[in-house]
């Protein structure tokens, strides 16, 4: 098993240490989780459909521990498991000279993502690529304290707006691609996470995030075996 396919999973759900605990699914060679956020501003999913493993559920209660146990091996590893009673209680990685043990996590202490079984109507699409990213990025960056964006449209015209107030602000604007079903008003979502799933999924080539004037933007990924999906709520002014 390589551990670059391992580190692009764990990279698309951990979002630089944004989303630690989580439960990891496998069936049949699909390995897959759900995730929300502490604030429950953020959930979502992602799937690796090429991950030959034991099938199970496992615990990863601290995601960011995982990762730097995994950065001192190789990149050719194994994987398997220590069970205790019937019960699995670890992962062991290793390759040809290092093994590590990571303890797994009673399924009890992961946080329950809540099933999305009614959407709303998305009547805003804004199409993503590397110049969005980039641009959306260096705003992030010089406005670093501004913890959410919003996103409006008037007459066709897109902006995603960081920094936005009512009264006169530093902030920056970017000019989307985008089809809005009619004007939409300022709607606000977090920043922060907007960021980091744009750089964990720089590897898509396109990508789409569509947005509901009820409240919530989704953010889909697809590359290689793996897909990701993200929805953000809306956060209130």
């Not at 493993?53 to 590893?77: P, Q, W």
């Not at 209680?89 to 399924?107: C, E, H, P, R």
């Not at 089809?179 to 606000?188: A, M, N, T």
């Amino acid at each position: 098993m390589e551990k670059n396919s391992i580190n692009r999973f764990v990279q698309k759900y951990n979002l630089a240490g944004l989303i630690e605990s989580v439960k990891w699914d496998v069936e049949g060679t699909t390995l897959s989780t759900s995730f929300i956020s502490d604030d429950k501003s953020v959930l979502g999913t992602v799937t690796t459909k090429d991950f030959d493993f034991e099938k199970g559920s496992y615990g990863v209660y601290d995601t960011t521990k995982f990762t730097k146990m995994l950065s001192v091996l190789e990149n050719d590893i194994e994987l398997s498991t220590t069970k205790v009673e019937g019960k699995t209680v670890s992962l062991n990685i290793s390759d040809k000279g290092t093994s590590a043990n990571y303890m797994l996590a009673d399924l009890s202490v992961i946080p329950v993502v809540p099933d999305l079984k009614q959407l709303p109507n998305f009547n805003v699409d804004i199409s993503i690529d590397s110049s969005f990213i980039t641009r959306f990025n260096k705003a992030k960056g010089a406005l670093a304290d501004e913890k959410n964006f919003i996103f409006e449209c008037k007459g066709g015209n897109g902006k995603i707006i960081i920094g936005h107030s009512n009264i006169n602000t530093n902030r920056i604007s970017i000019d989307v691609d985008c089809k809005c079903d009619g004007d939409v008003d300022p709607i606000s979502f977090s920043a922060d996470f907007l960021k980091e799933i744009l750089n964990a999924n720089r590897d898509a080539k396109t990508a789409t995030l569509k947005i509901s004037t009820d409240g919530l933007a989704h953010l889909h990924f697809e590359v290689d075996s793996y897909t990701s999906d993200y929805y953000l709520v809306q956060i209130q002014a």
